[in-house]
Every structure is written in C-alpha cells, then in structure tokens.
C-alpha cells in the first residue's frame, strides 16, 4: 500500500475550475496506476477518472468526459485532476486511490480493485 494525501478542493461557482492534487510520497508512485473516485451525499462512490503506470493510458466516464483531465508527475509523485466547466452535480467529496499492478497500461473503474486510499478532499459547486 502506498500512503495518498489529496488537496485542491473547494467552494466554486458554477463553470468554474479547480485542480486537485494526490501526493503518494516514498517515491514508489510508479509502482501504481491510479483513479479519482468521488461520493456525493447519500450516494454511492462513483469512478472519475484513471491513468495508468505509463501515464499514457485514460478513461473517463462519460458525466466527466471532455470536463476532467487526470495526470500524473513521476518526479513529484503527484496525480492531479483538473475539473473544468463543473456543474453543481459534480459536489462531493474526492478521493484518490492506487492500485499496485505489473501491467503498464492497466486502468481501473471500481473501487474494489484498489487497495490505498486518501482521505478525500471536499469538492462544492454552488450554482
């Protein structure tokens, strides 16, 4: 398991951007491919975004799509998530997760496939 710390979130309007960042400390980040989950009230956590070991593989579903934009920076271990043109649906709080794995270009959408968890960062589009 690797140790994840997200940042970024906030109060914005609607239209507005936010980026989000997941720092995996330890200098192990490449070891895992990483996903953005997020769980609105009373909902069920839903997938937002993924990125591959490689950082050449994405997938996005289709609420988020042309909206969100996952990277990841292997000098810094940092995963971000760039949030454009957000919507009061997209309010929730945001998790990042990894999942260690020898496939270079392997994603993931459910949260049952990953084993380490941030702690979240709150996420509020007023509209």
């Known amino acids: 398991q690797v140790q994840l710390v997200e940042s970024g979130g906030g109060l914005v309007q609607t239209g507005a951007s936010l980026t989000l960042s997941c720092e995996a400390p330890?200098?192990?980040?490449?070891?895992?491919?990483f996903s953005w989950f997020r769980q609105g009230p009373e909902k069920e956590r839903e997938f937002v975004a993924a990125i591959s070991r490689s950082g050449t593989r994405f997938d996005y579903p289709d609420s988020v799509k042309d909206r969100f934009d996952i990277s990841r920076d292997s000098a810094s271990n940092t995963i971000k998530l760039k949030m454009d043109a957000l919507r009061p649906s997209d309010t929730a709080v945001y998790y990042c997760?990894?999942?260690?794995?020898?496939?270079?270009?392997?994603?993931?959408?459910?949260?049952?496939?990953?084993?380490?968890w941030g702690r979240g960062t709150q996420v509020t589009v007023s509209s």
């Open positions: 997760a990894a999942k260690r794995t020898t496939n270079w270009f392997e994603t993931g959408r459910s949260p049952a496939d990953f084993d380490s």
């Open positions: 330890g200098g192990t980040s490449y070891l895992y491919a």
